[in-house]
């Protein structure tokens, strides 16, 4: 699960559960996508825009991604954040429906987006995962990554880069092997 609590924009986290939730309602009422959905989806755009056009703009981003993501990752107002923490909850729920009916067991290991080590925000978000899935072990990978986390994240995108991907794949090897 990648997932922060410091903002909103990670990428398969909270918000998302959240979004796929008022999608699947939207289309039920036969409703299109909503208005504050298109304004982030203009900034994404225009980003990508810079990006692919100029120079200044992938050097910048290049060096000072990490920093900047920080930075401009809107804070969640506690309304939305409370919401899409219920929805998460409900689809970790839905998990370990299909956990006892199928017999397996599961695992949740946290993927911290850069800016939510940098903003110290990472405990938060693992105690609230915690919370929503209080029967699942959890286990926050930022301890990987706390010291000089630019070094494990692609500035251009934030994403992990080979060595915090080796990191937390040595994390898995390892849990797996005990």
Avoid: C
Wanted: glycine fraction near 6%; charged fraction near 20%; proline fraction near 4%.
């Amino acid at each position: 699960m990648l997932a922060m609590s410091g903002a909103l924009m990670a990428g398969n986290d909270f918000l998302d559960n959240l979004n796929y939730e008022m999608r699947g309602m939207e289309m039920k009422a036969g409703l299109t996508s909503s208005a504050s959905f298109g304004f982030w989806r203009s900034l994404l755009d225009l980003r990508r825009t810079l990006l692919r056009y100029s120079n200044l703009a992938r050097l910048v981003y290049f060096h000072f991604g990490p920093s900047m993501r920080t930075a401009l990752s809107p804070k969640p107002r506690q309304g939305t954040l409370k919401k899409a923490l219920e929805a998460t909850r409900r689809q970790l729920n839905r998990l370990e429906e299909l956990s006892e009916e199928y017999g397996f067991s599961y695992q949740i290991y946290v993927l911290h987006p850069v800016q939510d080590i940098l903003r110290e925000t990472h405990i938060a978000t693992v105690a609230a995962i915690r919370n929503l899935a209080p029967r699942a072990r959890v286990t926050g990978t930022a301890q990987l990554f706390e010291h000089q986390p630019a070094k494990f994240y692609y500035p251009y995108d934030g994403h992990l880069n080979a060595r915090g991907s080796r990191r937390v794949a040595e994390l898995l090897l390892s849990a797996h092997n005990q």
